[in-house]
């Protein structure tokens, strides 16, 4: 065999020409100190703030304290593998999470990874957690309503599309009910619900997710979770997480509505983290920066305007308040960034007001933009007369003698109390909210007793349905009460009243 040097040459050339010379420079540093789910890295001196960290055995942490001298870092996941000296490396990336509709019907942890067993989540796009809010040029007003179903809501308290509702209240008060029956109206909306739990137990979210499969609005729905048992960084990257996955839809000109479930836990699970990093606490032992990482979160909610494609991210979180103490600082901090709030009374609750809004501490700031014009008629004359209820009931405990119209009055803000209470799991279409308030605040279940109201009200309102349809369907599609609507319905009224009787 002989060897024929330009040959061999040419080989050389071809091999010289493709060799690619791909440096991999990495930064790697060594654990000081690890423990509580917190560890101090020595020699990542290029690491960036919130950069994601990798540990060995797959663990990852983020770099949130950058000191002189090391780096502080929050694991997500178990710190019993990992130990004093270990090498760890930064990644240069931002904690990221998938988003897309392949999200859609799942219950997923903070990190986006499926704890459904139904099989990874196929899509390929993802989102940093921590994204920038829109600014005032890419907003617009909120204007388009979010429909809860709840009648006490929708028409006292209306939620607008983009806006920023809190639902604040004590333990056991009905939160999480108002949360689920908000997601289950949105059914057939075409708004996507994202219900992020954070620091909850497992059975009660567990509770929520088979309450939205056996009403079918899991399919447009994703469940976020970070329960109790998990390490206090996932609790607190979880919001930040559901947050990025519903931006996604709304950057899509789509309508997305997210639940943080409760941000109070989530304000503990992050003063955790600060005084593990030994930040320096402030009042309640916080840290400084709490009012931030709750304003940056909830200004992610907007509505963009038509040239960015009309998609809105609506937010409704969650604060739980101890023995109804809403001027504590959380509740407080969470209150001025908001665009309003709905607040839930033990009392009311327990002698049997559900859903149990105090209509004088609730409040929406957007107001009749986010209602149609239906409701908008009758929620006015609702208000005045529950707030009239509200003094003169006051005043009748001293037992003195009331004239006729002062009962009237008092009889008919009883009638309108029991009109807004409402069964869990059962929103209600806002075109037949609007019937059953315009009967009540016109007079018509005046002589009907206060204990047969609700007996009246599902009967009418099936009345409506098979027999005079076309006034729901009016209003539902002319958005107002016309005339023609107004004269039918007082008739429609008059009929099933001699029925009824």
């Known amino acids: ?76 996941g178990s710190d019993s593998n990992i130990k004093e000296g270990d090498t760890v490396k930064t990644t240069g990336k931002i904690v990221e999470v998938p988003v897309g509709e392949a999200l859609l019907g799942r219950v997923v942890n903070a990190l986006g990874q499926p704890l459904d067993g139904k099989g990874p989540i196929a899509t390929e796009k993802t989102l940093p957690i921590e994204g920038t809010a829109p600014n005032v040029v890419e907003r617009q007003p909120v204007k388009e309503p979010l429909q809860t179903g709840i009648k006490a809501i929708d028409a006292m308290i209306p939620i607008g599309r983009g806006q920023r509702e809190l639902i604040i209240g004590d333990r056991q008060t009905g939160k999480t009910a108002i949360l689920v029956d908000t997601i289950l109206n949105q059914k057939d909306t075409g708004v996507i619900s994202i219900y992020v739990a954070i620091g909850q137990k497992l059975s009660t979210v567990a509770g929520v997710i088979k309450t939205l499969e056996d009403n079918g609005a899991m399919e ?12 206090a960084p996932m609790q607190y990257i979880a919001p930040y997480a559901g947050c990025a996955m519903g931006e996604y839809f709304r950057d899509k000109g789509k ?7 409760d941000l109070y836990k989530h304000a503990v699970a992050y003063r955790q983290v600060s005084l593990l990093l030994r930040r320096p606490p402030g009042r309640e032992a916080f840290p400084g920066d709490i009012f931030n990482i709750h304003s940056r979160l909830l200004e992610r909610a907007a509505k963009l305007n038509d040239k960015l494609g009309g998609g809105s991210l609506t937010a409704l979180p969650v604060v739980e308040t101890q023995a109804g103490d809403y001027a504590a600082y959380i509740p407080t901090n969470v209150i001025s960034i908001t665009d309003g709030q709905i607040y839930l009374e033990s009392n009311l ?71 807004l209470k409402q069964p869990q799991y059962e929103p209600a279409p806002v ?46 599609e002319k958005k107002k009460i016309e005339e023609d609507t107004a004269r039918n319905l007082e008739r429609a009224i008059k009929e099933f009243k001699q029925e009824y009787k």
């Open 1 to 76: 065999m002989t060897v024929r040097p330009d040959e061999v040459a040419s080989i050389i050339k071809r091999e010289i020409e493709k060799y690619e010379d791909k440096l991999k420079m990495e930064s790697v540093g060594t654990v000081l100190q690890v423990g509580d789910g917190v560890a101090r890295i020595y020699g990542l001196d290029d690491c960036m703030s919130n950069e994601l960290i990798e540990f060995p055995g797959g663990i990852y942490g983020i770099a949130l304290n950058l000191e002189e001298d090391n780096v502080g870092c929050v694991l997500l």
């Open 220 to 231: 447009n729905s994703i469940v976020v979770v970070a329960s109790a048992s998990e390490p």
């Open 255 to 261: 309508h997305a509505v997210i639940m943080y479930d």
């Open 349 to 419: 609750f327990n002698s049997g007001v559900r859903p149990a809004i105090s209509v004088g501490l609730s409040v929406s700031r957007v107001g009749g933009n986010a209602q149609i014009p239906a409701m908008k008629k009758v929620a006015g004359a609702l208000r005045l007369n529950l707030a009239q209820h509200r003094e003169l009931a006051a005043f009748a405990q001293f037992g003195s003698e009331l004239d006729k119209s002062t009962q009237e009055q008092l009889t008919r803000g009883e009638k309108l109390i029991e009109i």
């Open 431 to 476: 075109e037949e909210q609007v019937i059953i308030i315009y009967t009540a605040i016109n007079g018509h279940l005046d002589d009907i007793p206060t204990d047969k109201v609700k007996d009246f009200e599902g009967k009418f309102l099936q009345f409506i349905r098979d027999k005079h349809s076309g006034i729901a369907a009016e209003i539902k």
